[in-house]
């Protein structure tokens, strides 16, 4: 069955720290993939995409994503952590199959950021 | 600067009411959506809407419906909530085109179904 995997739920990182959230895909074909993250009290905001082409993708707020195919892979990255990037990261993906498809959201990461 | 505006941020209701969430966006989008987020389980997608009047069903629509009699504003309804139905509401909207799947949320409605 086609699904996305966050098998991080919580992470705890100190100011400055890198940090690597990881998220697994499990699709017949390399689908589109999404990085969203969820403030506390907001909405969710994109921070970058991949569709195809370069597997390092960067994205808002000094992040990146790097896609990795043989390992079903699109980890998040950052180098060093604000305490302003404490939020839930949500993973998502897109069937690439042609025609409208729906998004379908990982369970999120929440990450807590020490001083 | 693109925006997704709901009706409450937060919301009290008793059991057996029916509710209403409100959703507007002022991006001019085709599609529009209604998730349900809940703690460990992510976002679930209840309906979306790909048009005026045009509905699909998500993955968990039970108790719910939807209206879309503008471009700009879809409605979900609860026709009776039920204490299972307390949750946290997002909306969002994205663009129509193959290709375009980034969707702009919502800030949320908490809504207690007591």
């Known amino acids: 069955a086609q699904s996305v995997t966050q098998p991080d739920i919580h992470i705890t990182v100190s100011e400055g720290a890198s940090l690597e959230l990881r998220c697994n895909y499990s699709?017949?074909?390399?689908?589109?993939l999404f990085w969203y993250v969820q403030s506390p009290g907001q909405g969710l905001q994109l921070l970058l995409k991949?569709?195809?082409?370069?597997?390092l993708v960067q994205g808002i707020k000094g992040f990146e994503a790097e896609f990795k195919r043989s390992q079903s892979s699109f980890n998040l990255r950052k180098p060093s952590v604000h305490w302003s990037d404490a939020a839930e990261y949500f993973c998502a993906v897109v069937p690439n199959s042609g025609g409208y498809q729906k998004v379908t959201f990982g369970t999120g990461t929440k990450l807590q950021v020490i001083p | 600067d693109v925006k997704v505006t709901q009706s409450s941020r937060y919301l009290v209701k008793r059991t057996g009411e029916k509710v209403f969430l409100e959703c507007v966006q002022d991006?001019?989008?085709?599609?529009m959506f209604w998730y349900r987020q809940d703690p460990g389980l992510g976002l679930r997608l209840i309906y979306f809407?790909?048009?005026?009047?045009?509905?699909e069903k998500g993955d968990i629509p039970e108790g719910y419906s939807v209206s879309r009699e503008k471009k700009e504003r879809f409605s979900l309804i609860l026709e009776s909530a039920s204490t299972n139905q307390t949750s946290m509401y997002l909306c969002?909207?994205?663009?129509?085109?193959?290709?375009?799947?980034?969707?702009?949320f919502g800030p949320g409605t908490r809504l207690t179904v007591t």
């Open positions: 991006m001019d989008h085709e599609n």
């Open positions: 809407s790909y048009d005026v009047k045009m509905k």
């Open positions: 991949y569709f195809s082409g370069d597997t």
């Open positions: 969002a909207s994205s663009p129509s085109g193959q290709g375009d799947y980034e969707q702009y």
């Open positions: 699709y017949g074909a390399t689908p589109y």
